[in-house]
């Protein structure tokens, strides 16, 4: 592999890891106020849908974008109602929310099947796009890279640095002691989940309105239960999340190439890669589990004394 | 009293029930793998089904993405059970329920797409893409620079082994230096990832990107780049028009009506069909302004000679990538070479496996 085919695949690499990323960024969030919310899957697609049918009325992609954040949001308040007010499973409630979001949107989705809708094209940033290698890899995207790079310490900043982002961190770490100190524990739970479906939603729309113009059900296609797993990857950490997100993106992008040069291992092979990939990425997570930030309350519902 | 009552609606209910079947439509049924409206396999076959609902005294209905496996046979069973009198089911794996419920409606006639069992009632059919992918070739092998040609394929099977060998043998035929580089997706419906699989041919030099999965999503790719693409199932152009050359296009409408008019007639025979061009069930959409005229002309000139029955697509010498002879010289390969194809000819570069 020489120079010019390795620039586009990490270039590719960004492309295919994005919506990973944000949908990754979002189960940080949701996971750091102590709720585990497994149905990035379900709240992707809709926010794909939401995104690609708001592209298709309005024309205007930036508000097709934004709708699908609303629209993995309220999906996302599902399960913040579930779980939050009546305190049911937090597994279950999330996986219901998967598979109800798939099944809602193939639903909806089917006469859209075969139509494009407008979207965002590749944007190249002024000045830094003709820097060397570095700049066809990273700076001749599409907008919605940028912004997911940006969401990255964003969400560093308000976890780390920000009041309320140590509020969320303490309703998942102790939510008692979080409550006596005299925080609404159920509140920042809401803002974690209902961010996390959010920033879900944005991953979804990447796929609808950047990676393709196409509609189809299942254009997820496990992309959701990969963000969750890289959370475990990351370390609940931002800047890990984009390290996961684009190594994965990287190892779909490596295998179609492999293909395309012409080496003559088996395909079947070279497709499970990510596949593999995300096995390994477990058992590795699980034997450094000693040093992960993982919140002591995820997945422990909360019961306020009135 | 209440006895009399029931006489009434005894004979109303006759009388409903006989008045239909004095002139009763033909009853077809349609089972889809995929959604209609994906401008592939589905969409071409919705295309023969519309084709015959304007017959007079023929009603259709269809149920599209229904999965492969038990849950076809259920609807094949609703379908037969509502006394339909024709159905059609167009993915490979309806094949064995669709013989199971055929055995148990033997006045209904079932015809299976692109596999290989027949019983008394049902017949299977299925038609020679290959011819049209072919000339694709030839366009493909006349229009590119680089003599990289990219071809982004489904599922390593027979079918598309078969297309990708001659769309080979047509770019060679005009293009000896011509090589083809081949990316599996194991997908027949996925934009993103047969999207990224053209992104990759690219990458390594291919200028014309063919396909042989159902989303346009390759041709977008090729559009992206300023490379030419050659589409599949359908005219594709209206998703790449700067890109799209021609593509290989199925036609089932006649066809559909020849096994309508058998049923209605009762001279339908349960028979294993492999048309080509010369029954128009395949065919090469119209070629664009892109290509030039010589090139229309030769691509033209071919297809007539493979409607004509003159010109074979494999014929000897053909070697596959090893350099084994495979068809010897002057010979050409049987339909039973054919359908059990399993190696690519020199000049692909990729794996079968």
């Given at each position: 592999m020489n120079a010019e085919l390795i620039i586009p695949l990490l270039a590719a690499a960004i492309q295919s890891g994005t919506p990973i990323l944000y949908a990754t960024l979002g189960e940080i969030l949701t996971e750091k106020a102590g709720v585990l919310n497994l149905g990035v899957e379900g709240m992707m697609i809709t926010g794909a849908l939401a995104a690609f049918v708001t592209a298709q009325v309005t024309g205007h992609p930036a508000l097709a974008f934004l709708m699908a954040g609303l629209v993995g949001a309220v999906v996302g308040g599902i399960h913040a109602l579930v779980c939050l007010w009546f305190l049911g499973n937090q597994v279950v409630s999330g996986l219901a929310l998967t598979i109800f979001g798939l099944g809602l949107a193939d639903y909806l989705g089917t006469p859209l099947i075969g139509q494009t809708a407008p979207g965002f094209d590749k944007l190249a940033l002024p000045l830094v796009h003709g820097i060397p290698v570095l700049g066809p890899i990273v700076f001749q995207q599409d907008i919605l890279v940028y912004t997911a790079i940006i969401m990255v310490p964003l969400v560093w900043f308000f976890l780390e640095k920000c009041r309320w982002g140590l509020n969320l961190r303490a309703v998942g770490e102790h939510p008692e002691a979080a409550a006596a100190a005299g925080i609404n524990v159920l509140r920042y739970r809401w803002i974690g989940i209902l961010g996390g479906g959010c920033l879900a939603g944005f991953g979804g729309a990447y796929l609808s309105l950047a990676y393709t113009h196409l509609w189809t059900s299942n254009l997820t296609g496990g992309r959701g239960w990969i963000a969750v797993a890289l959370v475990i990857f990351a370390f609940w950490r931002p800047g890990r999340a984009l390290l996961g997100a684009y190594l994965f993106g990287g190892v779909m992008a490596f295998q179609l190439r492999l293909q395309a040069v012409g080496t003559h291992l088996p395909s079947s092979l070279l497709l499970m890669l990510p596949y593999f990939l995300t096995v390994l990425v477990l058992v590795f997570s699980s034997w450094k589990s000693r040093q992960t930030d993982a919140p002591a309350a995820l997945g422990v519902n909360f019961e306020p004394n009135d | 009293m209440s006895r009399r009552i029931v006489g009434v609606l005894c004979c109303l209910l006759l009388v409903l029930s006989a008045a239909p079947t004095m002139a009763k439509d033909l009853q077809v049924g349609f089972v889809y793998v995929s959604p209609i409206g994906d401008a592939g396999w589905s969409y071409a076959h919705d295309q023969g089904r519309l084709y015959i609902d304007k017959l007079d005294g023929v009603t259709t209905s269809y149920v599209e993405a229904v999965p492969e496996g038990p849950d076809s046979e259920r609807v094949m069973l609703n379908m037969a059970r509502k006394n339909y009198d024709l159905i059609f089911a167009t993915s490979f794996g309806y094949m064995d329920p669709m013989l199971k419920v055929a055995k148990k409606f033997p006045k209904t006639t079932f015809m299976h797409c692109s596999g290989y069992k027949t019983a008394d009632n049902m017949g299977n059919y299925f038609g020679r893409m290959y011819q049209a992918r072919y000339l694709s070739g030839m366009v493909a092998g006349s229009m590119t620079k680089s003599n990289i040609l990219g071809y982004a394929a489904a599922f390593p099977i027979p079918e598309v082994i078969r297309g990708i060998n001659a769309f080979t043998l047509g770019a060679q035929a005009v293009n000896p230096d011509v090589q083809v580089r081949v990316v599996w997706t194991k997908t027949w419906y996925d934009p993103a990832t047969e999207k990224e699989a053209a992104k990759s041919l690219l990458d390594v030099g291919a200028d014309v990107i063919a396909q042989h999965q159902d989303s346009p999503g390759p041709q977008e790719a090729a559009q992206e780049k300023g490379v030419y693409s050659i589409g599949y199932n359908s005219d594709m152009s209206s998703f790449a028009p700067k890109s799209h050359l021609c593509a290989p296009v199925w036609n089932w409408g006649p066809y559909y009506k020849e096994v309508v008019d058998a049923v209605r007639a009762g001279t339908f025979k349960p028979e294993a069909v492999w048309f080509g061009m010369e029954h128009g069930i395949v065919d090469l959409s119209p070629m664009s302004d892109m290509v030039p005229a010589d090139v229309q002309k030769a691509v033209l000139a071919k297809k007539e000679a493979i409607t004509s029955g003159?010109?074979?697509?494999?014929?000897?010498?053909i070697k596959d990538q090893a350099g084994k002879e495979r068809v010897p010289a002057g010979q050409t390969a049987d339909d039973g070479a054919l359908l059990g194809m399993d190696y690519f000819i020199q000049g692909v570069i990729g794996t079968t496996e």
């Open positions: - | 003159q010109a074979k697509i494999f014929v000897g010498p």
